[in-house]
């Protein structure tokens, strides 16, 4: 049985984001997902969240606990049963430090966890992120501060633009050790702000293996970042591939 409905606040989250070749990002995904296009490329990227006061609805906010995480994910669009087009992510990887995750993850609420260890300093306006998975798969590491634009190289000419590309991305399914299943995820915000980051080093081993990914074929585009949003995880169907 998993729980319907997850409170808590989402106390730091960064969208570290890749534009990808539209033909290599499609290896990555499942048959039935195409990738979401902006300027000809696809979107891609890793979701960076400090996530606090996590708990089941009908506890109170004191009770809840706290966890840092990291999730690989694209921005895909699909055609569900009724043949009606939808858009989210698709999150290939989940990696945290909280134990509970890796437990009750795929369990009690959707979405099956890596364990990590994480270092992150955020203070002064600078954030200084580094993660590397317990299994040596995936490590991550981010230098950034906090800026009023985005970069000239992005393929989004506004902030408003960023905003409107990632803001319906709310449904998000992930892997599970089911290869012919995703869990699904909904994310609801009260509010929803986000703000450049200017970035100083952004790296993931995920997007670096030209194996995955050659060369020319994947470059960092932008950094965006949300703080102290009241939110609520809800589980949604299971998708079948």
Not at 163 to 182: H, I
Request: proline share 6%; aromatic share 10%; with cysteine.
């Amino acid at each position: 049985m998993r729980l319907p409905e997850i409170h808590g606040v989402i106390r730091r989250r960064i969208l570290v984001n890749f534009r990808v070749d539209p033909k290599i990002i499609q290896r990555q995904l499942p048959g039935r997902f195409r990738p979401k296009l902006h300027s000809g490329f696809a979107v891609a990227g890793i979701c960076l969240i400090r996530l606090e006061k996590i708990r089941p609805r009908f506890l109170p906010s004191f009770l809840g606990v706290s966890s840092e995480n990291a999730a690989h994910r694209i921005a895909v669009i699909w055609e569900n049963e009724n043949g009606q087009l939808q858009e989210g992510v698709f999150v290939p990887r989940r990696d945290t430090n909280s134990t509970l995750n890796v437990v009750a993850g795929g369990r009690l609420f959707p979405g099956e966890y890596h364990p990590a260890q994480f270092q992150v300093e955020d203070s002064l306006g600078k954030i200084d992120f580094e993660m590397k998975s317990k299994d040596g798969k995936v490590a991550v590491k981010l230098l950034a501060k906090t800026s009023k634009e985005l970069p000239s190289s992005s393929v989004f000419s506004t902030l408003k633009e960023a905003s409107d590309f990632f803001e319906p991305g709310s449904l998000g399914y992930s892997a599970t050790s089911d290869n012919q299943r995703l869990d699904g995820m909904t994310l609801k915000t009260k509010t929803w702000s986000v703000e450049p980051l200017k970035i100083e080093q952004a790296y993931s081993s995920y997007f670096s293996d030209e194996s995955q990914f050659p060369k020319a074929s994947v470059a960092f585009d932008c950094a965006l970042l949300m703080r102290n949003i009241e939110h609520s995880w809800q589980s949604a169907p299971d998708l079948h591939i």
